[in-house]
C-alpha cells in the first residue's frame, strides 16, 4: 500500500495554491503572470507589459494580412499604398517598414486615437494603428489620423472612443493578465502567420 505524499509548501502554488507535481513555483503561464503583476504593481505591469505586447500584436497582425493594397492618408488625401507579407504601412504618412525593427522613419510603431492616458481605451483595437515613428512622436499627426478614422473606421468609431475616454477606468489585475496571455497567444499567431506555418 502506498503511503500519501505528504504536501510542504515547495509543493503548492505560490499563486493560487493549487498542488503542484514536480517543484516549480507556479501551476501554470496565468499563475506567473498574476505573480509578475503582484510583484511589479498593477501600472507597471500595464504599461511595461501588456501594452508593449498589445502595440506588437497590433502591428504583428497588420504585418500577417496578405500582401496587397492599404488605404492611408499620403500628402494629406487617402490613397492605396502597396505592402507586403511583413511589413507595415503608417496610416498617417504612407511610409512602410517592417513590423519590428526598422530605422528613422520606417521604424513602425502603434499610435493612438485617442490619448493612451486613459485607460478605458489604451489596450482597445479600434483605438490604435500602425504609425512610423515620425507620425508617433509629439506633437504627431491627429488631423491625417482623423482624416483615416473617418474614411477607414467610420465617424460611429471615433465617437464611441471619445466617449469612452471620458469615463473613469481601472483595469484589475486578473483583466490585466488575461489581456496579456491573449495579446501573446494572438501575437504568436500573426508570427507563424507571416512564416507560412
Known amino acids: 500500500m502506498k503511503k ?3 504536501l510542504t509548501p515547495a509543493n503548492r502554488c505560490d499563486s493560487c495554491d493549487a498542488e503542484l507535481d514536480t517543484k516549480r513555483r507556479f501551476c501554470g503561464a496565468r499563475c506567473t503572470e498574476i505573480h509578475l503583476c503582484t510583484s511589479k504593481g498593477n501600472h507597471k505591469y500595464r504599461h511595461h507589459f501588456v501594452a508593449t505586447e498589445f502595440q506588437m500584436m497590433i502591428r504583428a ?3 500577417a494580412k496578405p500582401h496587397g493594397i492599404v488605404r492611408a492618408v499620403v500628402n494629406g488625401i487617402i490613397r492605396p499604398v ?3 507579407v511583413g511589413e507595415c504601412v503608417c496610416v498617417t504618412c504612407g511610409t512602410v517598414g517592417p513590423w519590428i525593427g526598422g530605422r528613422g522613419r520606417q521604424q513602425m510603431q ?3 486615437f485617442c490619448s493612451r492616458k486613459d485607460q478605458s481605451v489604451l489596450l482597445n483595437a479600434l483605438n490604435v494603428a500602425v504609425q512610423c515613428a515620425g507620425c508617433n512622436q509629439p ?14 473606421r467610420g465617424v460611429e468609431v471615433i465617437t464611441f472612443l471619445e466617449s469612452l475616454a471620458r469615463k473613469p477606468f481601472a483595469f484589475t489585475r486578473e483583466q490585466l493578465v488575461d489581456k496579456r496571455l ?3 497567444k494572438r501575437l ?6 507571416m512564416k507560412g506555418i
Open 4 to 6: 500519501a505524499r505528504k
Open 61 to 63: 497582425e497588420a504585418a
Open 82 to 84: 502597396h505592402r507586403l
Open 110 to 112: 502603434t499610435g493612438h
Open 139 to 152: 506633437p504627431g499627426s491627429p488631423n491625417e489620423f482623423r482624416l483615416w478614422m473617418i474614411n477607414c
Open 182 to 184: 491573449a495579446c501573446s
Open 188 to 193: 504568436k499567431a500573426a508570427e507563424a502567420k
